[in-house]
């Protein structure tokens, strides 16, 4: 989840490694620190937290050379304070390495070196890598030239080391190179005019790169001042061709919002707006037709968010287009796929196309459909707002949402893209079975009113919901109800407000409440519940009634009707089909949840011990 950035050419590299940071402090911003090599000196400057801190202490104290490396951390191993920041260093200072990943094998490994004499100053699994670079440099034969000799000693180290990890490494021995790896971690080659980059992820690589090579895992380059160099496991010089980076605006701006999450829920009217013009008239690109033809059953695999949209889109699927869907946790099919069955689309959803589990997953089921269906390619889609990432180079076929640079970690805009993209599959798969016309047709006409549905409701339920917001100041527990296409919308309003408030919250299928939460209810714990006209309308009404019962306060989701006066308080949406209802359900799950954050004061868009991308497992 952490993020690098190395540079090396004719410009102080500081100012473009910070540059690239602040591009990449999405992956993490528990401290950030960079290390510069000139002749005769290596610089490491470390700071705990955001990585203004980093800034202000380059500020007081300038690092020079014109070849370095950077890193912004999420904590995975020892606590997110300056010692265990990297670059970490080798025990003379002479190697430094920024990692992102995880040495599954890094115990071992310290306790060896401490046997040889080994002194380490963290507890990070990173610190192990520059003491075996070290020691294996001390240990090369003098045949091995100067310029190899840092590329030979990297690849000894790695050789050690299991898990996954990028890494990029420096060595004052040789101050006009650096060398970087890939391993189940993604990691990029940024060309420019005389100098050259890597990075995690493409932003980082903005404004400098004007092409990329992407690494695959086992490979190596080197960077000078003259080029770049690949390597594949065994050492062995490789070509390939740079491909040019993808435009993309990658700055955000707050404009007249207090944060960027509030922006970007206020940004979903105009993603919908997108989405009816590309989509609403010929939901699916015609490259994507192929891989939707003769599809008898769908697996979506995701995380987090992602899998709250997927659950949505499998609702859809089958009932709009009777198909068979299911929803795997990512992280669980890595390790336990289901049996494989033809005829099968599996369907990757990533906002970031980064997230590692679902990379893992998709990449396992591709293996195996290859080895059932040799003949035909796989059946696979991703869904992502960052088509030029990880995901997009893995599968043949990409959605992307369009939904534009998303800032706050907790996300809105990119949710409700996903959901759309899902309807734009069914509302095609529907078509191509002749399924449930009038539904159809009910579910096409609700969608071309989104856009104005949703500018109204946003700017009429802000304000109610920063006044509702004062009454959770002393709140602990939420339970939040829905049922059918609007029970993932439940799951996902219990998640925002965990996310960002702190504030433990549980999403249930209202029809569950009997079955054991009831127990958890009384006067200090609320209850949200999301009430649309469906098949269960009045099932969920009752549910409600059990909650307020037990003294619990009500606040409801849904349209104004003389039912639903039994909510304490009512949150209202415009009146629409049940199965387009989650597109607007979901708004005051999000306008309440960040305003109750807000209101406590706490850091909405960087909430603490959370990443925008999860890259690790």
């Not at 997230?355 to 195996?368: F, K, P, Q, S, W």
Request: charged share 20%.
């Amino acid at each position: 989840m952490c993020g690098i950035v190395a540079a090396i050419g004719s410009r102080k590299v500081a100012p473009l490694l910070l540059q690239g940071l602040q591009r990449l402090e999405y992956r993490g911003y528990d401290s950030a620190g960079l290390a510069t090599v000139a002749p005769g000196q290596l610089h490491c400057c470390k700071a705990e937290g955001k990585l203004v801190n980093l800034r202000e202490k380059l500020e007081k104290t300038p690092v020079a050379g014109c070849c370095g490396i950077g890193h912004t951390r999420w904590a995975t191993h020892g606590k997110p304070d300056a010692r265990n920041a990297h670059p970490q260093l080798d025990e003379a200072g002479q190697v430094a390495v920024v990692q992102n990943g995880i040495i599954e094998n890094h115990r071992p490994l310290r306790q060896h070196l401490e046997q040889r004499g080994s002194r380490f100053n963290s507890d990070t699994d990173t610190e192990v890598i520059p003491h075996l670079v070290a020691q294996a440099l001390a240990n090369l034969p003098d045949t091995v030239p100067p310029t190899d000799r840092l590329r030979v000693a990297v690849a000894q180290a790695v050789q050690q080391l299991e898990g996954a990890y990028a890494l990029a490494v420096i060595w004052l021995g040789q101050p006009e190179e650096l060398v970087v790896v890939r391993y189940h971690a993604p990691l990029l080659i940024g060309l420019g005019e005389g100098e050259f980059f890597c990075a995690s992820d493409t932003p980082a690589l903005a404004d400098v790169a004007s092409s990329i090579v992407s690494l695959e895992d086992g490979e190596m380059a080197r960077l000078t001042p003259l080029g770049v160099e690949l390597f594949d496991g065994s050492g062995q010089r490789i070509q390939r061709t740079p491909q040019p980076l993808r435009g993309g605006n990658y700055t955000a701006d707050k404009r007249q919002f207090r944060h960027f999450m509030l922006k970007e829920i206020h940004e979903q009217a105009d993603v919908a707006a997108g989405w009816v013009e590309r989509c609403l008239a010929a939901p699916i690109d015609e490259g994507l037709t192929t891989a939707l033809q003769n599809v008898q059953r769908v697996q979506l695999l995701a995380c987090g968010t992602s899998r709250h949209a997927a659950l949505v889109g499998a609702h859809l699927l089958e009932q709009l287009a009777g198909v068979p869907s299911s929803v795997h946790y990512a992280s669980e099919f890595r390790y336990a796929p289901p049996p494989l069955l033809p005829q099968t689309l599996t369907i990757g959803v990533t906002q970031s196309g980064e997230t590692a589990d679902t990379l893992a997953a998709l990449t396992i089921e591709m293996e195996r459909r290859r080895a059932l269906e040799p003949n035909s390619p796989p059946r696979l889609l991703g869904i992502t707002n960052r088509p030029d990432s990880s995901l997009g180079r893995l599968v043949p076929h990409i959605l992307d949402l369009k939904a534009g640079v998303e800032t706050g970690v907790a996300a809105t805009k990119t949710f409700l893209g996903q959901m759309l993209a899902f309807y734009a599959i069914a509302l095609h798969m529907a078509s191509q079975h002749q399924s449930a016309s009038a539904q159809v047709t009910a579910c096409r006409q609700a969608l071309a009113q989104l856009p104005e549905q949703l500018s109204r409701m946003l700017h009429a339920m802000d304000q109610c919901c920063a006044d509702l917001a004062h009454g959770f100041a002393e709140t602990k527990d939420v339970i939040y109800l829905g049922r059918g296409i609007n029970y993932p919308i439940a799951l996902e309003g219990a998640l925002k407000l965990k996310e960002i408030s702190y504030i433990h919250a549980e999403g249930y299928p209202a029809g569950e409440m009997k079955h054991g939460p009831i127990a958890l209810l009384d006067q200090h714990v609320p209850v949200v519940s999301i009430a649309t006209p469906g098949p269960v309308f009045e099932k969920v009404l009752s549910n409600a009634q059990e909650a307020k019962a037990r003294d619990a306060r009500l606040i409801g989701i849904g349209p104004v009707c003389a039912d639903t006066e039994i909510f304490d308080v009512l949150l209202p949406i415009p009146s629409v089909p049940e199965l387009v209802s989650p597109l607007l359900t979901v708004v005051p799950m999000q306008l309440l949840a960040y305003h109750v954050a807000a209101h406590r004061g706490l850091d909405v868009d960087q909430p603490r011990n959370l990443a925008k991308s999860v890259t690790v497992e």
